[in-house]
T-cell receptor, first 115, second 117 residues
Framework: AQSVTQLGSHVSVSEGALVLLRCNYS??????LFWYVQYPNQGLQLLLK??????LVKGINGFEAEFKKSETSFHLTKPSAHMSDAAEYFC?????????????FGQGTTLQVKP | DTGVSQDPRHKITKRGQNVTFRCDPI?????LYWYRQTLGQGPEFLTY????????KSRLLSDRFSAERPKGSFSTLEIQRTEQGDSAMYLC???????????????FGEGSRLTVL
């Protein structure tokens, strides 16, 4: 069965500092991988996704993530945090072969950005 | 395009009552998903439809839960005989189904928060 583990339920950074949110997955074969963001009182929205093309994936708002098969990781980074990045971030996996589009989410990481 | 809309946004009910949530997906999308999210957890898959056909249901979806998408457009999620453990945010999402390039690209509504007293 597929699963996702996000290390750290809360991450706090200063404005301008590097953002690193960690995600590890468990799957018998490399899956599709996603990062979603949920701003307060809004629905989840897709930040970026990995579907077996380039291992370094660029998303919206300056975020990027790197797929590392040997580490079964898909960590999310941003070089310089903005106050507007404060939100909850979810890593998710989807099985390539099933084509259901069903996502399995991690438990989420709340990002706090301090002025 | 107004995105995915859900109604009601908040529902408070007493244990044992029935509740129904409605989801209007993005009109061009043929797939519709229901998820449940509890505090401090990620969304958990409940069920999904392709057009009007319900193609998969999670074991989380007990027989008190029923979902429909009668004409392949809006969907309803009904919970009968609610229990306190049903308190959660119920999320609806839609997507283009069947195209690999859109795999996993779900568009979520803002959710319907259920509180069972």
């Amino acid at each position: 069965a597929q699963s996702v583990t996000q290390l750290g339920s809360h991450v706090s950074v200063s404005e301008g500092a590097l953002v690193l949110l960690r995600c590890n997955y468990s799957s018998s074969v490399p899956p599709y991988l996603f990062w979603y963001v949920q701003y307060p009182n809004q629905g989840l929205q897709l930040l970026l996704k990995y579907t077996s093309a380039a291992t370094l994936v660029k998303g919206i708002n300056g975020f990027e993530a790197e797929f590392k098969k040997s580490e079964t990781s898909f960590h999310l980074t941003k070089p310089s945090a903005h106050m507007s990045d404060a939100a909850e971030y979810f890593c998710a996996v989807s099985r390539k072969s099933s084509n259901t589009g069903k996502l399995i989410f991690g438990q989420g990481t709340t990002l706090q950005v301090k002025p | 395009d107004t995105g995915v809309s859900q109604d009601p946004r908040h529902k408070i009910t007493k244990r044992g009552q029935n509740v129904t949530f409605r989801c209007d997906p993005i009109s061009e999308h043929n797939r519709l998903y229901w998820y449940r999210q509890t505090l401090g957890q990620g969304p958990e898959f409940l069920t999904y439809f392709q057009n009007e056909a319900q193609l998969e249901k999670s074991r989380l979806l007990s027989d008190r839960f029923s979902a429909e998408r009668p004409k392949g457009s809006f969907s309803t999620l009904e919970i009968q005989r609610t229990e306190q453990g049903d308190s959660a945010m119920y999320l609806c999402a839609s997507s283009f189904g069947g195209l690999a390039e859109y795999a996993g690209e779900l568009f979520f509504g803002e959710g319907s928060r259920l509180t069972v007293l």
